[in-house]
């Protein structure tokens, strides 16, 4: 696939038809993704929109444009209604403006390359419905972890393997889910001026750490690929990469999962605050099984890292580059007309839960914040339980006391404000799966 890019990329800039891009939002993930961008002839940055245009022109500058080579706005809606635009990344972060730009960005027949997992996460399989519809591509972002999971799932299946469990590492400890952005960067081991210098959010990174990313993100694969969340959502069993095949199996078979063909999220900690050597903090992975002794013979012949039985095997990737590889999305949507990930079906969704007790009246502040974390549950326990969605919490106050370690449902918050992700949800049900 990437020498056939390679090749329709030159033959677009030859004919004068580079492909033609607009970045909403200009932060790490689009500074990034910029950098690459400029080195591919044939590839186009036409307009950059972020809410602080400054920040755009920086981001510009670092990534070595001119000023002035490329367009900044502060409206996101403007940079997508240009004439020239084929595709759209969404780079915000914010799920409620990222739908709506990806609906907008649909209506207007653009591809759209969500970086935006936390939108995804809340309504991408109904936005992936209109792409289709309209006949263009809805795409997760290479170079994070999500998109690099599903083809990694698509390998094993293309294989002849039937996924047992997809995932990605992280640093977790179930202490965690308490963290907020008063006190997360002492789990990160960061001075002040690590911190000032590189313009560090804490709530982003309260979210990296207190499992909120990874519910989201777990979420965005399971629509994406066909596997479910297990009964638990998320155990955070502490796993290295050798030991992905005793880990991520079924409890049936010596492992830690409830059940096969789902998804997990496994620590670089034991439950001591141990490091698990040879961790898979910034990586992903999927397990398989042998379909017969015969393949489990090769596994062994080929060295494979399995299980004590020989039969389940693991394929890992040990790192992700984020907006350093996104341009393979660009380029997948905008001249092969193919997703790099994409939901197919609403089976799985991210509640919110209290981090500690909430009196009525308390008002929550959302992803990475004080109040809630998120969990992955099921698509279908999320509606028939009128859960609350995290990527909709945010602002919200309690009408009733929520307890510490509680699922916040619809019914505990005043009613959300009517959005596009609102409307859109609303209008999804979940497909069922065994």
């Known amino acids: 696939m990437r020498s056939s890019m390679l090749k329709l990329l030159d033959d677009r800039s030859r004919s004068g038809r580079p492909v033609r891009v607009a970045l ?34 920086a981001a510009l500058e670092t990534a070595g444009f001119a000023p002035g080579e490329v367009e900044t706005t502060d409206d996101a809606f403007a940079a997508i209604e240009r004439d020239t635009i084929e595709v759209v990344v969404e780079a915000t972060g914010a799920p409620l403006p990222g739908v709506a730009h990806a609906l907008a960005a649909i209506e207007r027949g653009r591809h759209v390359v969500m970086v935006n997992v936390e939108a995804d996460a809340l309504a991408g399989p109904a936005l992936a419905t209109r792409a289709r519809e309209a006949g263009i591509v809805y795409s997760l972002a290479y170079g994070d972890q999500p998109a690099l999971i599903c083809e990694l799932v698509d390998w094993a299946r293309c294989c002849g393997f039937e996924p047992v469990c997809a995932g990605k590492g992280t640093k977790y400890l179930p202490s965690y889910h308490s963290i907020t952005p008063d006190t997360v960067w002492e789990h990160y081991g960061l001075s002040r001026a690590q911190i000032e210098s590189g313009g560090l959010s804490p709530r982003m990174f309260t979210s990296f750490i207190d499992g909120t990313k990874s519910a989201i993100e777990m979420a965005a694969v399971c629509n994406a690929t066909g596997l479910v969340p297990q009964a638990e959502g998320l155990r955070f069993p502490p796993a290295g990469r050798e030991t992905l095949a005793h880990v991520c ?180 049900t979940p497909d069922r799966h065994g």
């Open 24 to 57: 909403v939002g200009a932060g790490t993930f689009g500074s990034m993704l910029l950098g690459q961008a400029r080195r591919l002839t044939g590839l186009e940055v036409v307009c950059v929109a972020d809410l602080d245009v400054d920040r755009a022109r």
């Open 249 to 428: 199996i079924p409890e049936t078979e010596g492992g830690t999962l409830s059940r096969t063909g789902t998804v997990e999220v496994v620590s670089s900690l034991e439950h001591d605050g141990r490091a698990v050597p040879g961790d898979l903090r910034w990586g992903v992975f999927v397990t398989f099984a042998a379909p017969s002794p015969a393949v489990a013979d090769w596994f062994r012949a080929y060295g494979l890292a399995t299980d004590p039985s020989g039969r389940f095997a693991a394929l890992y990737r040990p790192y992700h580059l984020i907006g350093l590889e996104a341009t393979i999305s660009v380029l997948s949507a905008g001249l092969l007309g193919e997703p790099t990930g994409s939901p197919g079906a609403f089976l799985a969704d991210v509640a919110a839960v209290a981090k500690r007790h909430l009196p009525a009246g308390t008002r929550l502040d959302g992803e990475g914040g004080h109040t809630v974390y998120g969990a992955l549950v099921s698509a279908d326990r999320g509606v028939s339980d009128e859960l609350l969605p995290i990527g909709l919490c945010d602002g919200l106050a309690l009408r009733r006391a929520v307890r510490r370690g509680q699922l916040v449902t619809l019914d505990d918050v005043e009613p959300p404000a009517s959005s596009k992700a609102f409307e859109l949800r609303a209008g999804v």
